[in-house]
């Protein structure tokens, strides 16, 4: 495994997405995950599994501290009393004494920043969460939260994969020293008949998948967190780690664009963001 070092912060590059995925599968997903070799566990709030992830942990024959796991504050939750409250519930719902990270799920336009990051920098002095850090952030919103910010924002977690461009987010993180996290780094799958991705990866006897995540974690601060189920899915996305793409193979990889369908959906987070839900 290699890792984004951050502000103390040792992230694991690949880690197990879990959104839409609850309940029995969900645990016996993350167990899975973490019998396969996973060390970072993504979930959040707003995805009803967080109980589902806490039992998976606990049913892993591992050590907690040997698990990196990140939740997000859902936007319902961002006033000062909510974040506590929330969080609060969240260790429980996980059955753990402390979060390595806590995100910011949304921005939200009328709940004032500085209020959700004082209560974070509350729960961090009680040690319930260990780093803090933002989700579907605008690099000036993300300026905002640094400056704000008491404690180091260490991730900005955003939707990444060869179709969307992250150019200037991932370059400001990595002058900074933050990690940028990518969701949905294979697209929702749609990457997974590229042809680019195919050819490259016939050099490599890899898959489309792997070598989209292999494009993003050879950039510098890039974590990925790939959705999976099936032991094989678990498998492949974590041997990412034995192959380097070359300057031409990544350059070819920037310039994919994918169908009108993910160009859409590239577009919901710019809407989401200004939203005030």
């Known amino acids: 495994m290699e890792y984004v070092e951050t502000a103390g912060?040792?992230?694991?590059?690949?880690?197990?997405?879990?959104?839409?995925?609850?309940?029995?599968?969900?645990?016996?997903?993350?167990?899975?995950?973490?019998?396969?070799?996973?060390?970072?566990?993504d979930t959040a709030q707003a995805y009803d599994n967080e109980q589902a992830v806490g039992d998976g942990i606990a049913q892993a024959d591992i050590?907690?501290?040997?698990?990196?796991?990140?939740?997000?504050?859902?936007?319902s939750n961002l006033r000062y009393e909510d974040v506590l409250e929330s969080v609060h519930e969240s260790l429980d719902n996980l059955r753990v004494d402390y979060v390595d990270l806590v995100l910011i799920h949304w921005p939200h336009p009328r709940i004032p920043l500085e209020e959700t990051l004082e209560a974070l920098s509350e729960l961090h002095d009680e040690g319930v969460v260990k780093s803090i850090g933002v989700s579907n952030f605008t690099r000036s919103?993300?300026?905002?939260?640094?400056?704000?910010?008491?404690?180091?924002?260490?991730?900005?977690?955003?939707?990444?994969?060869?179709y969307t461009d992250q150019s200037e987010l991932q370059q400001y993180c990595a002058a900074n020293g933050l990690a940028l996290t990518a969701y949905s780094p294979l697209a929702r799958g749609d990457v997974l008949s590229e042809e680019i991705l195919e050819r490259i990866g016939r050099q490599y006897d890899k898959s489309a998948a792997q070598v989209a995540?292999?494009?993003?974690?050879?950039q510098e601060g890039v974590v990925a967190i790939p959705k999976a189920s099936s032991k094989s899915h678990l498998e492949q996305n974590l041997n990412v780690f034995d192959f380097s793409l070359t300057d031409a193979e990544m350059t070819q990889i920037d310039d994919c664009r994918g169908p009108l369908t993910v160009q859409l959906r590239n577009r919901l987070p710019s809407v989401v963001r200004h939203l005030p839900i």
């Open 213 to 218: 995540l292999r494009w993003l974690i050879q």
């Open 63 to 75: 050590d907690r501290e040997s698990i990196f796991l990140t939740t997000k504050v859902w936007r």
């Open 9 to 41: 912060v040792r992230i694991p590059k690949i880690g197990l997405g879990t959104w839409q995925n609850t309940g029995t599968e969900c645990t016996k997903t993350v167990e899975a995950a973490i019998d396969t070799g996973y060390r970072h566990i």
């Open 141 to 162: 919103q993300l300026e905002d939260a640094r400056r704000i910010s008491e404690l180091p924002i260490v991730a900005n977690q955003v939707l990444y994969h060869p």
